[in-house]
Every structure is written in C-alpha cells, then in structure tokens.
C-alpha cells in the first residue's frame, strides 16, 4: 500500500508517522481475498496481520465484518500496476470511508495516485485526509516484511483469477455520492477514467 485518505481520527492521528506497508493478496477459489499486511516496526521487527475479505453480490465488492469494514469495492485497477479500494467501515454508530492504493511496486504510480484524488470528492475526503506512505528507511531485512520466499507462478493463471474477483475490466464502481469538494477539483468532476 503506497497511499491511503480517511476521515477515520486514528488515522488522521497516525498518518504523519507510517511508513509503507507489504500487502500480499491471494484470490480463493470461492472467490474471497486473502490478505496478509506486513507492517514495519520503528525497531526495525514486522506486525503481521492475516485477514480475509469476503465476497459480495457484485463482482469487486467485498467485506470484513470481523474488522468492522462493512463496504470494500476495487474502486478502479490497470491489473499490471496498481488498485485503488474504497472501503467503508462501521464502529458503533461511527461510519468511516476510506480509499486505499495498493501499487505492484513500492513506489507511486502517477495514474493510481491521480485516481486516489479524483475518487476522494466523491465519497467526501479532501487531500488534507490522505497521505503517501514513506518506504521504510531501515536495511531491509533477507525478505521484506511480510514478504514470502520467492516462488514460480504461472503469469497468466494469476491474470485470471486477478480479473475474475474485479469483474473481468479495468473499471470505476458506483460509489457514494457527496456535495463536499475535494481542493483544486471542481465539484462534480467524475472520477471515471
């Protein structure tokens, strides 16, 4: 994950002082996401955490109750170079919307970024919310965190299941609408590409 924006108070809390974390993302067979987060310690160790989302009534959209995250849609991906998510989670009475930017690499992809921005107004976050995500500044351990050793995969078994949990197409969902403006960006610009 190279970049992220919530109006979530812990985040905006902790934004300034994260660093990049390793995503890996597995498709199952029923068609859930299993997900495994490495994030790096300011002492130089990893925390690990394993989550799966499960699959929704329409193809790109997820959940995980378990971790209040009520709403996951693949808001838009090129399936080579980076995925934006949109993700809403619920604590209580508290709704928060998040985007997320995933990249294939650790550095930022000027598309996915210009996504993350022009998907930001529609569900109410403005560019004071996100933050790009610092690579970890530390020697990087035999693997990085979170990273598996390194095995063969077939590219185009991986391209297909990688289209089948999106719908099969580069695409940007129908998400929640809003009247607050994202700054420098006329309210009412689609986010469509």
């Given at each position: 994950m190279v970049g992220a924006a919530s109006n979530d108070q812990s985040f905006q809390d902790?934004?300034?002082?994260?660093?990049?974390?390793?995503?890996?993302?597995?498709?199952?067979?029923?068609?859930?996401?299993?997900?495994?987060?490495?994030?790096?310690?300011?002492?130089?160790?990893?925390?690990?955490?394993?989550?799966?989302?499960?699959?929704?009534?329409?193809?790109?959209?997820?959940?995980?109750?378990?971790?209040?995250?009520?709403?996951?849609?693949?808001?838009?991906?090129?399936?080579?170079?980076?995925?934006?998510?949109?993700?809403e989670t619920r604590r209580g009475d508290t709704r928060n919307v998040w985007l997320q930017l995933y990249a294939r690499a650790p550095e930022l992809f000027p598309e996915g970024a210009q996504k993350l921005q022009l998907l930001g107004p529609q569900v109410g976050l403005n560019p004071s919310q996100g933050a790009l995500l610092p690579k970890t500044v530390r020697p990087p351990p035999r693997r990085p965190c979170g990273s598996p050793a390194p095995s063969k995969i077939n590219v185009s078994e991986a391209s297909q299941r990688r289209r089948a949990f999106v719908g099969g197409r580069a695409r940007t969902p129908t998400l929640?609408?809003?009247?607050?403006?994202?700054?420098?960006?006329?309210?009412?610009?689609s986010g469509r590409g």
């Amino acid at each position: 994950m190279v970049g992220a924006a919530s109006n979530d108070q812990s985040f905006q809390d902790s934004k300034d002082d994260m660093k990049m974390p390793v995503v890996l993302v597995t498709p199952l067979a029923n068609g859930d996401l299993a997900l495994k987060f490495g994030y790096p310690l300011p002492d130089g160790g990893c925390q690990k955490l394993e989550a799966t989302f499960t699959k929704g009534a329409v193809a790109g959209q997820f959940s995980n109750p378990a971790m209040g995250q009520t709403d996951i849609r693949v808001a838009f991906t090129d399936y080579l170079n980076f995925a934006v998510l949109y993700l809403e989670t619920r604590r209580g009475d508290t709704r928060n919307v998040w985007l997320q930017l995933y990249a294939r690499a650790p550095e930022l992809f000027p598309e996915g970024a210009q996504k993350l921005q022009l998907l930001g107004p529609q569900v109410g976050l403005n560019p004071s919310q996100g933050a790009l995500l610092p690579k970890t500044v530390r020697p990087p351990p035999r693997r990085p965190c979170g990273s598996p050793a390194p095995s063969k995969i077939n590219v185009s078994e991986a391209s297909q299941r990688r289209r089948a949990f999106v719908g099969g197409r580069a695409r940007t969902p129908t998400l929640p609408k809003t009247t607050q403006g994202w700054a420098g960006t006329p309210q009412g610009r689609s986010g469509r590409g």
